[in-house]
Structure formats: C-alpha cells, structure tokens
C-alpha cells in the first residue's frame, strides 16, 4: 500500500512539472506609435504585475466512480473561474471531483495586470472488468477479519450515519472499490430493545443508510447487498448501553 | 425547566398505567357464576394398569381444560362424594347440592381399554333439574390419543354451557419460532404445550408465523443459511409451500386475512428507504403499496371483517399502532402514549386490539389492549420481564404471549384479562406465539 502511494506522489510531481511549461502568460501589449526620443518622466505607479495560474488534478486519470483533487494556485489575480462545473473559486484551493468522462478542466485567473489560463485533462477510464475474483473476495475477508474494514455504530432507535461513521465508511468504500469484483453483504443490527418486528425494519434501514453513503462515495451499487438481522444476532450480551451500543451496528461480509 | 416536565411526563404516564383499575371492561366477568364439578372418569368395568394410566391423563387433561376455559367455578374435588360415579345411574344429585360442592353442573364418565385404544363415555348432567345435557361415546383408536378425546369432550361442554359463545379452546394449536443454535424453526403444539412437531428444519431463521383462518397453512418469514434476503413463505402443514415474491432482502411480519384469499405484509422495493404495507392476493399476485409513506411501516394485523388492518408506524417518531381501511384510505393513529408499541392483533369480536408496549424509560414491554372505539387502554401484565408478541385465541377469551419471567423467554397463555397465566413452553427459547383458529368441524 505504501508503496502504491509513493509511487501516486511520484507521478502527481511529474504532471505537476509538465503543466507548469504548458501555462501561457499574456503579456500587456506595448504602448503604440514611435519610441519616445525623449525620456520620459518615470511612471509614479509601477505597472499592474500580471497574474499567473497554475492547476493540477491528482490523480489525472481515474476509474468511473473514483475520485480526483483538482488543485489550483494564481497570484496577481482579483478572480479566478474554472470550467467544467467548478465555477468561481478562491485564488488558492482544491476541489474533490469525480467526472463521469475524461474532461479538460480549464482555469482562467483575471487581473488589474491582465488575464491567465491553465488547463489540466482528467482521463476517466471505464473500470475494470468486474471479473470474480477469488483473490478479491479472499483479500476483502482478510481486511475484514484484521478490522481494516470497520462497522460502524448507530444511536439508539437511529439509521442517521454520525460523523465518525462517515469517516469510518471512507476508509471502507477505498477497500470496497479496491476490490469490486466481491459482493460485501452488509448487515444492519439492532439492540435488544423494541420488538423482533421493528427492529427487522430497523436495521434494514441502517444497512440500506449505509450503503446509500458508501454508494455516494463511489462503491458501485452492484457490489453491495443489504439484510437486516434486527436484534437477532447481539455482538454482546447483555441488557445495559455497554451491550447495546455495541450491537447497534452495521457489519460487513463478503458474500 | 425540562426536569420539572419529563417529572410530569412520567407521573402522567403512571397514572395512565396504573394496572389496578381497568378502564373497560374486557368482556361479560371471565370467571363466570356456572359452578362445575368434574368427577374423575372411572374403570367402565375392572381396573387394569392401562386403564388407570389412560385415566390419569385423561382426568388431568379434562379438569385443566375445563379450568382454562374461563367459564367456569370449578368446585374442588376435596368435598366430592367418595363413590365412583361410571354411569348416569351411579349419581345422587342431593350429593352435589350440599353447600361445600354446591354445582350447578356435573360432569363424570368412564372408560374402557380395548385392544390398543379405548372407548370413553361422558357425561354432562344438570344438577338441579337431574336432566343430561351431554352423552357421548368417543372411541380412541390409540391410548395415545387420550389427550384429545378429553380436549373434545370439554370443548363440547364449553359450546354446551357458553350457549354457543365459545367452541373452546382445548383443540386448538399454537405456532410459535424456536431458537436452535443460530436458526430459528416453526414449531406447532397443542394449546396446553403438548404434542411439539416440527414445521420447519431448514437451519436457517424462520419467524414470525401466522395461521390461515382454516387452519391448513402457515406464513412466516425464512431466511435461509447463506441467503442475504428475507422471503415470506406460505407452508401448507400437509406439505409443500409458496413463497411470496417481494422486490427486496427485507420482509416481515405476514398477515392472512380473514377470508383467506388476502396476504398482507412489511416489505419495501429495492429503491425505497423504508418499508411500508403491502397485501397481495394468496398466490402473490397484485401486490400493492397500502402505506406508501417515508416511515417505517410494519406488524400488520386484520380486522375481522377484513375491513380494516391495523399496523406498526414510526411516522409519528416512533413506533405507534395505526390503524387504515383494507384499502389503504383513512389512517388514522389508535395509541397515543409514545414510547414504542407493536404486535397488534385484533380480538375476534373486533372490539379490542392487543399489542405490545415499552415505556420510554424502560426496555422490557407489557402487554396492553386497547379499545378500539374509544382507544381506552388497560395494561394486562406487570412485573419484572419483558411481555411481548400477544395474540388472541379464537374465542378472544384467552391471550398467547412470549414472556421472559421463566429466564429465557418462554411462551404463555392467560385470560383475556391478564389473570391465570399458564406457561406451556420450557425448554430453549421460543417467541411470536400465533394462536389457529377453531378446529374445522368434521361432519
């Protein structure tokens, strides 16, 4: 893994340095009619410097569904547009996109000093052929057996996703779409309260809130199946919050 | 400021429950004024020890019977007369007048073993006007079978003396969900706890059973071992099954309608978010979304006339009992004390319906009942455990709940006004009790 992120930085350094080069600066155009003979008296205000616009996409070529950065910098500039739906941003910054289609993202800084132009093409690939493979669903198990895939927790009589359940299905959805050819089943849970009834309602309800987020982060919904267990499989016996915190629950498995 | 408030919120909701004070009355007094004596049935001619062993269950079998009805004072045997009664001739009536028997009702017979079964003659008899009301002949083709002549003959006396009211219940069956190791089965046995046999044995989890009003089939919901989808089934009990196609991994909590030609259910579509009512026709076809509403949506139980279908929402924030037309028009909320209520069923007369009810502070559930005309309340059990899941028996005089006042949870039956509670499971753990209705009448 560490190796597949120092070679990502190594590549977004290289794009990095072949962009740069492809910038044009519009210079302002020199004053018309003949050189003065004479000297003139020197300007009392320097001349506006004209701005610059540099932007990035890391990384620029990306699976349909996955992520990019795209990642900007200007000087000189009092306001800078970028196509391609992003629309007006600050001088400095960066955006999370996730293109449907290879797309030329093209920024424009304007200034007292003139106007710049920067472009960077992101290359959306169709994604591979989810051929089953037992290598996937044997590596997803492996990640859900060491606890690298999380479960994520859920308050009381609730199917609302808490921020550390967000960030928790973050890191899971990477390990989803890293291996899309295995079916991850996942499982909403219940505690010991309300009846065998609701709490079958309810925890399918906490399975499908989780994979309507892990969808919006990218996980192709063919990959994920729901069931709900209700509070037909407690993680931990008991009948105090301890218990029933810890069987609130959305689990993972692969099918 | 909010302490004060929730201190109110919980004295209003004592008040409300307070179990001594039955807001309405269940029914015309359960335990009625017709006092019984049931002598023990004896030898017709000899004892002999198969005819004593088949006595004895016999004799047990009637007097619980007759006891749990709920119709009758049952006189103790301690002031009976010491003379066996075999025979009509055998009875002096001034015996069972005296102040401490005092009957208005006698029953006696006796019985015979003959070859590997038996021959039972039972009698019913007036008191006061020395009239029979009952005279039958019931031949067993087993000893074995002993249990249901007694269970027939005191369903006769019941129709005798309810005048028609109750059929009685000594013949009906219970369904119920048994857990082993990681599956859940659907077990059948007679209303007293006797006689297990096995509905399911697919190792997975099957739950939530339902009878159909002829009693041949069951619905319930199954996942089966290694299956990540809920599947509603419909068994017929003399074998083979449908299972109701439903467009997503979750479904719950069937429910046949009382015309047997109707199935309603909790499901939702693959892109829906939660689930709502749907009924189908009992091939599965037809399928139609009653609730349509973005709550939880399930428990859903028929009136008797199939007019009506009360269900579970959590629309109002949480799960409450509701009740709409079969055809999903006028929704309208019936319990409105918060918390969360569920397993509505609706007493066979249609007045009352029973369900489940947590108390906000609380994690275990009672039983209730509320009116449904005037959405009156009466708590039906208290204590320490957790009551839930009631259904009511065919006559409405009687109620099957799962309890865990044993330690696991456990099935139980009582009257319909919570007293008299009979546990007729012991062993494992055993939920979502569904009472059959009435035995079909064989002519």
Redesign the interface.
Same mark, same amino acid.
């Given at each position: 893994m560490k190796r597949v992120l120092t070679a990502l930085m190594v590549l977004a350094v290289c794009s990095a340095l072949l962009i740069l080069p492809g910038c044009r600066r519009r210079q302002p155009a020199p004053a018309a009619g003949p050189a003065p003979t004479a000297p003139t008296p020197a300007p009392t205000t320097a001349p506006s410097p004209a701005p610059t616009i540099e932007v990035q996409a890391n990384p620029s070529t990306i699976e349909r569904g996955q992520q990019t950065t795209l990642t900007w910098r200007s000087q000189n500039a009092t306001s800078v547009v970028i196509d391609g739906g992003v629309g007006n941003v600050a001088e400095t910054g960066s955006v999370v996109i996730t293109p449907r289609e290879s797309q030329t993202f093209t920024a424009v800084a304007k200034g007292p000093g003139g106007e710049a132009t920067a472009s960077t093409r992101v290359t959306v690939v169709a994604p591979k052929e989810a051929a089953i493979t037992s290598t996937d669903i044997e590596a997803l198990r492996q990640a859900i057996r060491d606890g690298r895939v999380k479960d994520i927790f859920f308050a009381y009589?609730k199917s609302e996703l808490t921020a550390e359940s967000r960030a928790v299905l973050e890191e899971n959805a990477k390990w989803f779409r890293q291996f899309p050819s295995a079916v991850v089943?996942i499982e909403g849970h219940c505690d /010991?309260?309300?009846? /065998?009834?609701?709490n079958?309602?309810?925890g399918?309800?906490r399975a499908?809130a989780t994979k309507e987020y892990l969808v919006q982060l990218g996980v192709d919904p063919e990959q994920l /199946?729901?069931?709900?267990f209700g509070e /037909?499989r407690p993680f931990v016996q008991g009948?105090d919050e301890s218990a029933w915190a810890q069987n609130r629950r959305a689990h993972f498995t692969v099918? | 400021m909010t302490v004060p408030i929730l201190l109110q919120l919980l004295v209003s909701a004592l008040t409300v429950f307070s179990p001594q004070e039955p807001e309405i009355v269940i029914r015309p007094p359960i335990t009625g004024v017709t006092r019984l004596a049931v002598a023990d049935f004896q030898p017709k001619t000899t004892a002999s020890p198969e005819a004593d062993s088949a006595l004895k269950v016999f004799n047990d079998v009637l007097w619980k019977d007759l006891a749990f009805s709920a119709f009758f004072e049952m006189r103790s045997k301690s002031f009976y007369p010491i003379k066996p009664i075999r025979v009509p001739t055998d009875v002096n009536f001034e015996d069972w007048q005296t102040p401490t028997v005092n009957a208005d009702f006698l029953v006696f017979g006796n019985l015979i073993v003959s070859g590997s079964g038996a021959v039972v003659e039972a009698y019913l008899y007036d008191v006061k006007t020395r009239q029979q009301v009952l005279g039958k002949r019931f031949t067993a083709a087993s000893t074995t079978l002993i249990r249901n002549v007694a269970h027939n003959f005191a369903d006769e006396v019941v129709f005798q003396l309810s005048a028609g009211t109750s059929r009685g219940i000594a013949q009906t069956q219970i369904a119920f969900s048994s857990q082993k190791g990681d599956s859940k089965e659907i077990y059948i046995v007679d209303y007293d706890g006797a006689n297990p046999r096995t509905v399911t044995a697919n190792g997975g989890l099957n739950r939530f059973p339902e009878w159909s009003p002829d009693n041949s089939r069951l619905a319930f919901v199954t996942k089966l071992p290694g299956s990540s989808r809920w599947e509603i089934w419909l068994q017929d009990l003399a074998g083979g099954r449908k299972v109701i196609p439903t467009r997503s991994s979750y479904a719950s909590s069937p429910a046949i309608s009382p015309d047997g030609r109707r199935i309603a259910f909790s499901t939702r579509t693959q892109d829906a978010q939660d689930s709502d009512i749907y009924v189908a026709d009992i091939e599965g076809g037809g399928m139609r979304n009653l609730t349509n509403h973005p709550a939880i949506d399930t428990s859903p139980c028929w009136s008797p006339t199939g007019q009506q279908i009360a269900f579970v929402s959590d629309r109002s924030g949480t799960p409450q009992i509701w009740v709409m037309d079969a055809d999903g028009s006028n929704v309208r909320r019936l319990v409105t004390e918060g918390g969360h209520c569920d397993s509505p069923d609706w007493s066979p007369d249609g007045r009352l319906i029973l369900y489940s009810w947590q108390a906000p502070t609380q994690w275990k559930h009672d039983v209730y009942v509320v009116e449904v005309a005037t959405g009156k309340i009466y708590q039906l059990t208290v204590g320490g455990a957790s009551n839930e899941s009631p259904h009511w028996s065919p006559d409405g005089r009687h109620i099957v709940f799962q309890s865990t006042r044993s330690g696991s949870k456990q099935i139980f039956i009582m009257n319909a006004d919570g007293k008299n509670v009979r546990q007729i499971t012991a062993y494992g753990i055993n939920e979502s009790p569904a009472w059959s209705g009435y035995p079909r009448r064989e002519q």
């Open positions: 009589d089943v /010991e309260r309300g009846t /065998e009834e609701y079958l309602a309810l399918d309800r499908l /199946e729901t069931i709900s /037909e009948h099918k | -």
